[in-house]
Each structure stands twice: as C-alpha cells, then as structure tokens.
C-alpha cells in the first residue's frame, strides 16, 4: 500500500473517532502513530509542545507535522485533509438534515458513555509521559532505566508554579505561558554557569 | 314541494357534515397527537421545500452571486484570523468566535450559538472545524462550509509547514535540546491537569466512574505491557456501552411504568429523566 494512502487512511480514521477536542486526540494519534512505527514519543512529544505553542487547532497541527515527517508535503496536506473531512461531512450533514441532534436521545447515552473513557485516555496518557519523564524506558523491564533527578526538579518547579497561578489568579495558566516556563526551566537547570 | 325541499337541504346538509364533519377532524387531530408524540425523541427533519423557491431574474441573480461573493470573502477572512490567533485548541477559539460573530457581526443568534456548541461536542473532530462548518453552511450552504473549513485551516498548516522545515536545524542546537527536555515535563503536566480538568468540570454519577476506572486502568496496562489494542475501539465501546445503558434504563421504565398502571406517562418519564440526572 502506498505510503499516502497509508496517512490518508490512518488520519481518516483519527477524525472519525476523536471526540472531545484536541486533547482528546492526542491519545488517540500517539496510539496510532506508535503502532504504526511511524514516530517515536519523543518526537511526538517535541510536536505537541510546538502544536501548543503555535496557532490553530492542535489537531491539525499535529496532522500537518506527521504527514509532512512521513510524506512531504503532500504528505502533510493529505493528513490535514484526512483529519477535516470526517468532521466535516458529519457536521453537514446534520447541519442539512437534523435539527435536533444535539438533544437527541441517543446521541446523549452515546455521548455519556464516550466521555469517561475519553478522560480515562487523556489522563492515563498524561500520567504515563510524566512516569516517563522520570523513567524513560518505563515499559522496558529488562532496561529498567536509571532516574532523571533533573526532570523531578523541573517537575516541582514547574508544578508549583502552575499550581501557585491558579491559586493566585483563579485561573488556569495558559497553555503557552506553561511550555516557555518549563523551557526556560530546561534551560537554566541544564546549562552550567 | 316542501318536502323535496327539505330534502334536498338535508341531504345538503348531510354531505357539508360528511366532507367537514367532525369525524374527519377528530382523526387528523389525533394523528397529529401520535405523530408528535413518536416523535418526540426523533430527529427533526427541517429541510427548506425546493417548491417555494420563487424564480429570479437575471438581474436578481446577479445581484445574490455578488453578495454571495462578498460574505463568502468576509468569512474566509474572519476565519483566518481566528486561524491565527487562537492558541491552546478549540476551547479558546470558543469566545474568540462567539466575539466575533455573536456580538460584533451578529451572524448568528445566541441560541444558534450553543447549539453549534452542543453538537460540536457530541461529534467527532475538532471543535473548530465544527463550529467552522456549522457557521459556514448556517451563513451561505455548502460553500460556505468548504470556505470556513479551508480559512480556518490555512494558518495553522502554512505555520507548521514552514516550522518543520526548519525543525531539523533548530533541533540540532544544543541550548534547544536543553529546552525540550524541560518542556517535555510542561506537556506532561498540561495534558494531565486537561484531563483532570474535563472529569471535574462534568456532572458524574456511577455510570461515569464505572465506565472511567476501567477505561484509565486498560489503558494504563496496554501502554505498560506494550499491547497493542488501539484506543478507536476503546471508544466504539464506549458508545455502545452509553446507548446500552440508556436502553436497558429505559426497558426498566417501561416495566415500572406498566406495573404501576395509575401513574401518569409522562410522570414516569420525568422520573425517569430525574433517575439519569
């Protein structure tokens, strides 16, 4: 199979399914990325945090650096396209069509069952990156990996700032504010003076 | 005479009361009652009669392609500045786009708002894509979505593009590397605090945990133990698992409702409602 059909195919299914925003498919793309061998969590993990601190939605932001790694160019706007369409189609369809979709009855008990198990994704996944900063190779029990003392320092200082923001502000600290912190706090902590 | 009169107007009468008599009224009345009621909890079809269109003109058709033109340009404009200038995801594009064509436009009323808002949740894809095509399609059909959709798009995949071309270079500096290691602890910490805060700002009940705690646990285990169990189908459950429920509750309704015979219908269904609540 070709390698576009591949990308389109794979992020087709990725729109499909991805409820809940772009949170919701961060979970969702690491699982079909890793299965495929396409990029290592590292990598993703470099994307999501240039995702977050760029404009747009993250979701398609992500698309477009996977298809582009994977494919070039057309690679990229084949996954951008791929990731649109489903929404895209379902939201004009029901747009067209129904009128009262949202407050169908169905789609509620199906909706009341998806979120659970959408939280249950984005915080299992969340959690697992952070085991990993401390462990790298968290699941390789042969190579039980030494612990990262810097990442547990980075971890409390930039912990405790979010932490502090929302207890001064009343407000969560924005996402961007929180990805320059914590690269700042790479930075400094790493660098010898 | 008279009596052929009377007749006659009887007979008159009779056929008046045959075509508008009471009889045919009664049914249509009470079909129109059934019918509502089935479909209650049915989608509404709502879609506008190609009969009504009324015939333009030349001149007049013209004039509705040049305004067609016009307000397909303004929003595609307006939807990339939205593209541009949202940060951390669809929930922040939410107040940009109510700002924008809510208050300031007025495009759309505030109740065509939330029930974007209420099916851009409840559908797959990201939320701004969504809205975007909601809004579109609301505005000038399909075009307009395909208009919305592309503006909304174009800075995102333009920025990301032009960064992952340089992203090779950029990465190579160590002082970058120093910063990524630091920002791969920001990502972790912002993905789970999202999370955390999804589950707090939504009303739970026992359905909620009983489906989480599985969910979280299955997931945890198949990352760990590298099985490869792709979280689509975590999800299809998911879906099947809320609308067996809501069938299963409704069943359990319907036998209580039929042993209880005194209790009004829809006093049951309120129960019923408050029950799921």
Known sequence: ?193 | MDNKDELSGKEVLFSDADKNGEPTEDTLSSCENASACKNKDKFKFSRPKRKDKPVLTPQQKKERFLRRAILSLKLFLCYLKIGLFTFGGGYAMIALLEREYVQKRKWISDAEFYEILAISESTPGPIAINSATFIGFKLIGVWGAFVAVVAVCIPSFSIILLISYFYDAFMAFIPVQYAFEGIKVGIAILITSAGVNMMKKAQKGAFEYFVFVPAFLLVTCFDIFNIDFSSVYLILIGICVGILYKLILDAINKRKSVVAVGLDTNASESESEKEEK
Do not use: Q
Request: aromatic share 14%; glycine share 10%.
């Open chain 1, 1 to 193: 199979m070709s390698i576009y059909l591949e990308i389109f195919l794979a992020f087709l299914k990725i729109g499909t399914v991805s409820f809940g925003g772009g949170y919701g498919m961060i979970p969702i793309i690491r699982d079909e990325m890793l299965s495929r061998g396409w990029i290592t969590d590292d990598v993703l993990w470099n994307y999501i945090a240039i995702a977050e601190s760029t404009p747009g939605p993250i979701a398609i932001n992500l698309a477009t650096f996977v298809g582009n790694d994977l494919a070039g160019f057309w690679g990229s706007l084949l996954a951008t396209t791929a990731v649109v369409i489903p929404a895209f189609v379902i939201i004009l369809i029901i747009a067209a069509i129904f009128k009262n979709f949202a407050s169908n009855k169905y789609v509620k008990a199906a909706m009341k069952g998806v979120t659970p198990i959408i939280w249950g994704l984005i915080i299992s996944t969340g959690l697992l990156l952070v085991v990993k900063c401390f462990y790298a190779e968290y699941n390789d029990f042969d190579a039980a990996g030494e612990f990262n003392f810097h990442a547990l320092v980075i971890f409390a200082v930039v912990g405790g700032i979010a932490l502090g923001y929302r207890l001064i502000r009343k407000k969560k600290i924005p996402p961007i504010a929180l990805i320059l912190i914590s690269a700042a706090a790479g930075m400094i902590y790493y660098i010898p003076l």
